[in-house]
């Protein structure tokens, strides 16, 4: 245990301070352990690996009063905060301040808050302290007033959103699964997942955030995000070990709030998805070894075939499918379409050879990519063909031409719309980012101010799809 400067200052190292030490640490690390009276923090790791964890804080309020909480945790040399969400974080040193955001910043007595975060490195905690005091002895300070606090505005609140039912939509619909042509939630109850795509992360990483995830969950209500890995254009090819590791951040970031995640394997150049073969073998073998017991997690194992048969595309579907299923055996994989996604329509075929020759596995759906611009009624007919006789997932779309850019054809996109509505085939829209191209839903900027995600930095695409995704 590397000694604390915070934990420890004006002790000398002695036995007995290093036995408090670890007292405290075995505290923080027993949620179960007997409570102080006054305000308390636990601390408990989710997951980890060799590298890293995700841990979750959970601060209670046992005094008579309501409190507004900050924590303050000591990490040891070697481990810092990576992301955090469900409050807002800084750090000096290795002493990372932790304080509540508008829905839980206030604690009521009897009450509890919690925040995570991912921490790169693997020591726990060394000191932590919640309004000033050891976070297992309590403190009694009643805070700043909580009178001043914007946390009891119930539209920013994750659990008691009215419109849409109890809980996240990972709580609602549980573990979804192919049911006929359709997505089902775990009841078998056909279910439509809407949300955005990310743009590439190897080139706007910064608007992932853990504020951006709390605004696109708990303001803007999606139920899923499609975090696009690019494997070509300085993406996975040139750094595996760190884009796989962002992948896991990324995904465990996602849970934390409540949303499904497509893991998208952003093939593009070249289409032939063979030529990323064995990178996809390494890269899916570990995301589903890692992840095969969360009940939120769709892969996407080509993003946009082009220049290449159907059955070409199918035997790399046939091979992936079951490195995915050896560790990961239910869980939904989504198969890119012949044309960039379009069905085959634009390379001059449709949805007929995909119904005729289907992809030999359980639990699989076929993409569909549009941009409402650009792709006209065949495409929308294509759309609806293909979603009478499989499962349409639309992990891609814009409502600008298929340069992610140029003007918007919102009437378009909204015919679109209906018909998802209608067949309820799920959607993520590219993308959520500040890109200066208008399919980018951020004004450009917006990402390294950290916000605000909605309002004035919206586009016009970024306006339309929060409406959609608020009006259900
Ligand atoms: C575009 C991005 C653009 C990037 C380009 C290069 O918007 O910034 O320079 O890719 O890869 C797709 C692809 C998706 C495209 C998007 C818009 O899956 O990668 O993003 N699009 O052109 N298919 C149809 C459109």
């Known amino acids: 245990m590397t000694r604390s400067p915070t934990a420890l200052r004006g002790a000398s190292p002695t036995a007995a301070a290093l036995t408090a030490v670890l007292a405290l640490v075995l505290a923080l690390l027993s949620p179960g352990t007997a409570r102080a009276a006054g305000l308390t923090a636990t601390f408990a790791k989710d997951s980890s690996w060799d590298g890293g964890y995700t841990a979750t804080v959970t601060v209670r309020n046992d005094t008579g009063s309501a409190v507004n909480w900050q924590v303050v945790l000591t990490l040891p040399n070697g481990t810092t905060v990576n992301n955090a969400w469900n409050t807002q974080h800084s750090a000096s040193g290795n002493t990372h301040t932790f304080t509540g955001v ?3 910043a206030t604690v009521q007595p009897g009450g509890t808050a919690s925040f995570g975060f991912v921490a790169s490195g693997n020591g726990d905690p060394v000191g932590c302290t919640v309004n000033g005091a050891s976070c297992s002895e309590g403190s009694t300070d009643p805070g700043t007033d909580p009178g001043t606090d914007p946390g009891t505005d119930p539209g920013t609140d994750p659990g008691t959103d009215p419109g849409s039912g109890a809980g996240t939509p990972v709580e609602r619909y549980g573990k979804v699964q192919v049911c006929g042509t359709k997505l089902c939630d775990k009841n078998g109850n056909p279910v439509q997942l809407r949300g955005m795509s990310t743009h590439g992360i190897q080139w706007f990483d910064h608007c992932l955030t853990g504020s951006s995830l709390d605004a ?23 750094n595996p070990r760190g884009f796989t590791d962002r992948m896991h951040q ?25 030529y990323n073969l064995e990178r996809a073998r390494t890269f899916f073998s570990e995301i589903a070894q890692r992840h095969a017991g969360k009940t939120n997690v769709l892969y996407e194992i080509a993003n946009e075939p082009n220049g290449v048969s159907w059955n070409s595309i199918k035997s790399y579907a046939e091979t992936i499918i079951p490195v995915i299923r050896q560790h990961d055996p239910d869980s939904v994989v989504i198969v890119g379409s012949p044309g960039w996604s379009s069905l085959g329509v634009s390379e001059g075929s449709g949805p007929a050879q995909i119904a005729a020759n289907p992809v030999n596995a359980d639990n699989v759906m076929y993409a569909f990519h549009f941009y409402a611009a650009s792709h006209r009624d065949n495409y929308l007919n294509a759309l609806r063909d293909a979603a009478s006789m499989f499962p349409v997932f639309v992990t891609e779309f814009g409502t600008e031409t298929y340069t992610g850019d140029g003007a918007n054809d919102f009437a378009m996109a909204d015919r679109y719309i209906e018909l998802m509505k209608q067949e309820k085939i799920g959607w993520t829209k590219w993308n959520y980012s500040d890109d200066f191209r208008s399919g ?11 916000g605000p995600w909605s309002g004035s930095s919206l586009k016009s695409s970024g306006q339309w799809v929060r409406n959609h995704l608020l009006a259900g």
């Open 440 to 450: 980018a839903v951020f004004n450009p900027g917006t990402c390294a101010a950290g």
């Open 102 to 104: 508008s829905w839980n």
């Open 250 to 274: 990324l995904i465990d970031m996602a849970t934390a709030r409540g949303l499904y995640v497509i893991v998208d394997w952003h093939i593009l150049t070249p289409g032939d998805p063979h």
């Open 216 to 238: 696109l969950a708990y303001d803007w209500k999606a139920d899923i995000i499609r975090l696009s890995m690019y494997i070509q254009e300085d993406g996975y090819e040139t």
